[in-house]
C-alpha cells in the first residue's frame, strides 16, 4: 500500500473524528444543558479558521495544476487580480443589493455543496442537476431546522428584505412538504445515478455525511453548520485537492500535513481582507453586526474558489 493511499485514510480518520465531536456536543446537550452562546462561536470560529477557510487556501495551486493539465498559460499575478475582482465586486453587491446577494450566495453555495458530496464519473447534465439538487437540499435542512435562528440571520444579513422575508415564512409555512419533496427527489436522481453506475460512493462515506447531517438537526444554528461545513464539507474538500494534486501526471503535494500548512498564507490574507473589509464597513457608517459580515465574508471568497473547484472537478471528475 502507498504512502499516497494511506494519507488518503487521514481524510476519512479526520470526518469520523468529527462524527465524535457532534455526538458529544448532542450528550452535552442532552443532559447538562444547552451549549453557551461563548462555546458556540468559539467551535464555529475554530472550525472556520482549521478548516473551512484553509480548504480555500489553495485556489491558486489548483488553478496552475488545471491550467498545465489543460496546456494554458498560468500567471499568479493574473490569477489574483481575477480573484479579487470577483470578491470586490461580490462585495459591492451585498452594500447595494443584498437580497439579490443572498440569493447568488444560496445558489453557489448550494452547487459547491452538491459537487463536493457527490462526485460522478463523468459531468452529464443529469448529473450537474441531482448534484445541485443534493446542495439545496443540504442547505434547506440545516436552515429549515433551525427556524428561529436562520429567520434572525436572514433578517440581519439582508437588511430586512420584505421579499426574503416574505419568502422565508413562506418556506417556514411549508417546510415539512418542501424537506419531503426535496429528499424524494434526490432519492430518485441520485439512485438513478448509482443503479446506472454514474455515481459511486462507499457506503463509510455515505453514513458519515449522512450522521453528520442528522446531528446537526440536534444542535443549535452555528454548530450545526460549522460541524457540516468545517467538518465534511472542508474536510472533502480537500480529500478531493489532495487526490488532484497526486495524479500520476502531477505528484505536488504528497502530505496531507504539508498540504494544509501551504494553504495557510493565502488563509491568512483572507483573514487581512475580513480585517480590512471590517474597517471599510465602519469608515462608510455601516452599522456593525458581526453576524452578517461573517456570513458576507465568507460569501464574496466562496465566489472565486467556486470557479476553481469547479474547473478542478471537470478536469478529472474521478477524484472520488
Known amino acids: 500500500m502507498t504512502d499516497s493511499t494511506n494519507y488518503k485514510k487521514s481524510f476519512a480518520i479526520l ?4 462524527v465524535v465531536v457532534g455526538i458529544l456536543m448532542l450528550i452535552y ?26 480548504h480555500g487556501g489553495l485556489d491558486h495551486v489548483i488553478a496552475k495544476n488545471t491550467a498545465t493539465l489543460k496546456k494554458k498559460k498560468f500567471t499568479l499575478p493574473l490569477f489574483l487580480k481575477r480573484y479579487i475582482l ?21 445558489l453557489i453555495s448550494a452547487w459547491h455543496f452538491g459537487e463536493t458530496d457527490i462526485t460522478y464519473s463523468n459531468q452529464k447534465i443529469f448529473l450537474s442537476i441531482s448534484r445541485f439538487s443534493w446542495g439545496v437540499f443540504v442547505l434547506l435542512l440545516i436552515l429549515l431546522m433551525h427556524q428561529n435562528e436562520t429567520t434572525v440571520v436572514l433578517y440581519r444579513i439582508s437588511n430586512n428584505s420584505d421579499q426574503v422575508m416574505h419568502l422565508w415564512q413562506a418556506c417556514i409555512d411549508h417546510y415539512k412538504i418542501i424537506l419531503i419533496s426535496s429528499a424524494i427527489l434526490n432519492m430518485i436522481l441520485l439512485g438513478s445515478a448509482y ?11 455515505l453514513a458519515n455525511l449522512v450522521i453528520i447531517l442528522v446531528i446537526s438537526i440536534y444542535l443549535p444554528l452555528l454548530p450545526a453548520f460549522a460541524l457540516y461545513f468545517g467538518g465534511w464539507h ?87
Open 15 to 18: 470526518s469520523w473524528l468529527n
Open 29 to 54: 446537550q442532552t443532559f447538562l444543558g444547552t451549549l453557551s452562546s461563548s462555546f458556540q462561536i468559539s467551535y464555529f470560529v475554530f472550525m472556520l479558521l482549521m478548516t473551512g477557510i484553509p
Open 86 to 106: 470577483a470578491i470586490s465586486i461580490y462585495s459591492i453587491c451585498w452594500i447595494s443589493f443584498p437580497a439579490f446577494s443572498l440569493l447568488i450566495f444560496i
Open 234 to 320: 472542508a474536510v472533502r474538500s480537500f480529500e478531493l485537492i489532495f487526490n488532484f494534486l497526486n495524479m500520476k501526471e502531477t505528484l505536488i503535494i504528497k502530505n496531507p500535513l504539508i498540504m494544509w500548512v501551504k494553504s495557510l498564507p493565502m488563509s491568512i490574507l483572507a483573514g487581512v481582507a475580513f480585517v480590512i473589509g471590517f474597517a471599510i464597513w465602519n469608515k462608510i457608517n455601516l452599522t456593525w453586526d458581526p453576524l452578517p459580515m461573517v456570513f458576507i465574508f465568507l460569501s464574496v471568497i466562496t465566489l472565486p474558489h467556486l470557479d476553481v473547484m469547479d474547473q478542478m472537478t471537470r478536469k478529472d471528475s474521478s477524484l472520488n
Open 195 to 205: 443503479i446506472t453506475n454514474q455515481l459511486q460512493i462507499p457506503i463509510t462515506r
